[in-house]
């Protein structure tokens, strides 16, 4: 199940709170903000979208530090290797809450 | 669309239909499975008695002594007007085009038209120019036509037909069958305008987007092409309904060979792939109407690709594939980093979803 | 396309697979399973079996809404579309999907007003277009869409639309994977969690998994380094011997879920007793059915439906390829009977079922004799 795309907020409109204008590499749809009523995004947030609603908003930071940890992956391996030579434990990586 | 090529010998016995289906529905026009199998299983061998020669955009026919390209298409689309073009241009230069692919130049045009009661004359007229305009711009004749009404509720408005001739490239031998392991295959620019243009032009969707369709000839690309590596052209199409994907597996089953995809080559515009990624759809199935498809022996190749992008409108032409032995008969797809999946025709249209 | 292109790095797949490959224990067959019909299809997509080590197998779960979905419950939707005041509107998913006189688009072409929706919002919009008709929209999906239908419900409640229903299909997740690990012939290591349904339940529903099965689970987002890194998490908790639910969406997935998506399911749907699976069987509260506060929006309600049960034909073998006890290949009717285009059983009607995924995109690259993989 699940097909849901990261969208941009380009466009609210004061008179419907719940409505946006959503942008996905140049295309353009109407989205219903209702289930981010607890915490609306303003324009310039990114949020997913799923068959027109807001599902969830995107945290960049999250974003890049997923990117972060995935590019030491193996970088931190490759440096322990040449220390201490092969068939080591798992001593490092960060723990995921 | 598909051309028959008569080859049967007259007085051979009547042919067999092996088209079981028990209606017609809208899969058999899409240019998908379906459609290949009421060509191929009543079409064919009905009018043709058998189909062994590989059907291709145009048929190959001889008249007094002299060898003409001949092709018809017929043009169903809503809305008539879009984003780029309308019903006119389309008729005009999908016929262009099916010649264009077939290694011919085109010349002249006739057009039918099936009109609906009701229709605005000013709906028509607006057709007519526009046809007449594509028609000037590719440099064809419409030699004439013919009108028939029917009643209001049926034909969406209008449909065309337009039959077109031309006289073949001198040089240039179009056979699938002709196909190698080794030839490279060319694209002559971004895939999906088209289609995602009249998906979004119906307005179900209430999605907008910076597109428009690319109809338009290829011709021009395809005779620069000719010029520059005529005899290494063993096979084009123009992919509308359908996509890159069904005429890579037309070619495909027609040649017995696996055809090699690079998925970082296909040209896709931002906004394509927006709509496609939002409705879950792959630029790969979704019709072109001023795109083709080359494949080119690869001491060619290269002369042929820089043709295609010194030409004007040619600019993206880009390689995006060679021929390969394996899988048989199948279109295979691989990502920058090694993963890959087979590409197939669609049964019918293709659906927007949201799993 | 940002928060998508990042995560289809290839220079980075390429160093996760490899990562994968260290960690992978060559003396082990690892058996992990991807809840979600949208994991199995970008899988497929982005062809990930053809970078990662042979002793990992991703066996596909039975979280595809339409592939659960018994024909029964198709033909009963179909048959409330039957009067000519009804516009019967879907998700393009549903379309191709047989029902015992056929699929919504062959009703279609023989005359009944079907729709395509992109939203169910859409549908709503399509009632108020038509003020003479009743739109009826054949609700299907996991709690990823269910609060978008309740939404869509409320606004219709709110905004006094009477010519508008629901016929809700909505299941929930959690009975389906508490089905496959009661499954007797299952043996699995460890599940890659269904991101998007976690956007609206979060994390939470999860820790029986970890605690009483003792098996890791990581909530995974859909690009490929979601889905590598996912295998990475697990990896490390079965070297380690842990079993934990993880985040890998961290980016898109609250821990506690999205409340007012929660609130909104809870306003407008209460749980069934019992549903029909297909290939699962009867599960006890695993789906929804619309309150009784809005049953004038409720196609059940509203209209009768004969509610027939039809049985598969006995020779499709779909449920044991929905738990992934059968590869789509062993099922008898696979590639003959049974073909995306004359699909027997909905695991090969929709895109993300197991089985029109390997019928598309791997039977033959299977089949072929001599291909040259990257390493």
């Known amino acids: 199940m699940c097909l849901a795309i990261p969208g941009?907020?380009?466009?609210?409109?004061?008179?419907?709170?719940?409505?946006?204008?959503?942008?996905?590499?140049?295309?353009?749809?109407?989205?219903?903000?209702?289930?981010?009523?607890?915490?609306?995004?303003?324009?310039?947030d990114w949020v997913l979208i799923h068959v027109g609603f807001a599902m969830s908003k995107i945290s960049e930071q999250d974003a890049?530090?997923?990117m972060q940890t995935l590019m030491i992956l193996g970088e931190d391996e490759q440096a322990m290797q040449e220390v201490r030579g092969y068939g080591l434990d798992d001593a490092d990586d960060q723990k995921v809450s | 669309m598909a051309s028959l090529k008569p080859d049967a010998a007259p007085g051979k016995a009547p042919a067999k239909v092996r088209f079981r289906d028990p209606q017609i529905e809208m899969a058999h026009g899409a240019g998908g499975i379906a459609s290949r199998r009421l060509i191929e299983g009543l079409f064919a061998p009905l009018l043709l008695g058998s189909a062994n020669e590989p059907l291709g955009d145009s048929a190959r026919v001889e008249i007094a002594g002299a060898q003409v390209a001949i092709t018809a298409d017929c043009f169903v689309v809503k809305p008539l007007r879009f984003p780029g073009g309308s019903i006119g241009e389309l008729a005009i230069n999908g016929t262009v085009n099916d010649l264009a692919v077939s290694g011919a130049r085109p010349q002249s045009i006739v057009a039918t038209f099936i009109l609906e009661a009701g229709l605005a004359t000013e709906v028509l007229e607006a057709e007519v120019r526009a046809m007449a305009q594509a028609a000037r711009q590719a440099g064809v004749t419409v030699a004439g036509g013919d009108t028939k009404v029917v009643e209001h509720g049926k034909a969406d408005g209008m449909y065309i037909t337009t039959t077109g001739v031309g006289s073949f490239l001198s040089g240039v031998h179009i056979n699938p069958r002709s196909v190698r392991p080794g030839d490279k295959v060319l694209l002559s620019g971004p895939i999906g305008d088209h289609g995602i243009t009249i998906l979004l032009a119906r307005g179900e969707l209430d999605l907008e987007a910076d597109l428009c369709s690319d109809t338009?000839?290829?011709?021009?690309?395809?005779?620069?092409?000719?010029?520059?590596?005529?005899?290494?052209?063993?096979w084009m199409r123009d992919p509308t309904r359908g996509g890159v994907a069904t005429s890579l597996n037309e070619l495909a089953r027609d040649c017995g060979l696996g055809l090699h995809l690079n998925e970082d080559k296909i040209p896709v515009r931002d906004s394509v792939r927006g709509a496609c990624e939002l409705l879950g759809l792959d630029p790969l199935h979704i019709a072109n109407e001023g795109q083709f498809l080359a494949v080119v022996a690869p001491e060619y190749a290269d002369l042929a690709l820089n043709a295609l992008c010194q030409a004007d409108g040619g600019a993206e032409a880009v390689m995006i594939g060679e021929v390969h032995q394996q899988p048989a008969g199948s279109v295979l797809i691989t990502t920058e980093y090694g993963g890959s999946r087979i590409i197939d025709m669609l049964v019918g249209d293709p659906l927007p979803r949201i799993c | 396309m940002k928060f998508v292109d990042e995560f289809r790095d290839p220079e980075v797949i390429t160093r996760t697979a490899e990562e994968i490959r260290r960690l992978a224990d060559p003396n082990r067959h690892y058996r992990l399973m991807e809840v979600c019909g949208g994991h199995t299809h970008a899988i497929y997509r982005f062809g990930l079996k053809d970078i990662l080590p042979p002793n990992i197998e991703l066996i596909h779960g039975p979280g595809c809404p339409v592939c659960v979905l018994p024909m029964g419950r198709i033909d009963d939707g179909l048959s409330l579309a039957q009067d000519p005041d009804v516009i019967f509107s879907a998700f393009g998913d549903m379309m191709r999907v047989p029902g015992t006189q056929g699929s919504p688009l062959e009703h279609k072409a023989r005359g009944m007003d079907v729709r395509i929706v992109y939203s169910p919002s859409d549908a709503l919009k399509l009632a108020k277009a038509n003020p003479d008709k009743h739109v009826m929209f054949f609700a299907i999906g996991f709690e990823t869409t269910a609060p978008s239908s309740a939404l869509t419900l409320m606004r219709a409640k709110a905004e006094g639309i009477r010519n508008f229903s629901l016929f809700c299909n909505h299941v929930t997740i959690i009975p389906a994977i508490r089905a496959i690990l009661d499954s007797p012939d299952m043996r699995l290591d460890a599940f890659i969690g269904p991101g998007h349904v976690s956007t609206v339940i979060g994390c939470r529903p999860y820790e029986w998994i970890a605690k009483d099965e003792h098996k890791p689970i990581a909530v995974s987002g859909f690009e490929p380094l979601d889905l590598l890194q996912s295998i990475v998490m697990l990896l490390r908790q079965l070297k380690a011997g842990e079993a934990k639910v993880e985040n890998q969406y961290k980016r898109v997935v609250p821990w506690e879920g999205n409340r007012a998506a929660l609130r909104a399911m809870a306003e407008v749907f209460e749980l069934r007793p019992y549903f029909e699976w297909r290939g699962l069987g009867f599960i006890s509260q695993s789906a929804l059915r619309i309150r009784d506060s809005y049953a004038e929006w409720d196609s059940e309600q509203r209209f009768s439906i004969a509610g027939v049960r039809v049985t598969d034909p006995k020779a499709a073998q779909c449920g044991e390829v929905l738990k992934g006890v059968l590869k789509p290949a062993q099922c008898k009717l696979f590639g003959r009977e049974c073909t995306p285009e004359h699909p027997v059983g909905a695991l090969m009607v929709s895109s993300e079922g197991s089985c029109a995924a390997y019928y598309n995109y791997e039977h033959r690259k299977a089949m072929a004799t001599s291909l040259a993989w990257p390493a």
């Open chain 1, 8 to 44: 941009k907020i380009v466009e609210l409109f004061p008179g419907t709170p719940h409505l946006a204008t959503v942008e996905v590499a140049g295309v353009r749809r109407k989205v219903d903000l209702g289930l981010l009523e607890d915490n609306l995004p303003i324009s310039g």
């Open chain 2, 216 to 234: 338009r000839s290829v011709f021009p690309l395809v005779e620069a092409m000719a010029i520059a590596a005529g005899p290494g052209i063993r």
């Open chain 1, 64 to 66: 890049l530090d997923q």
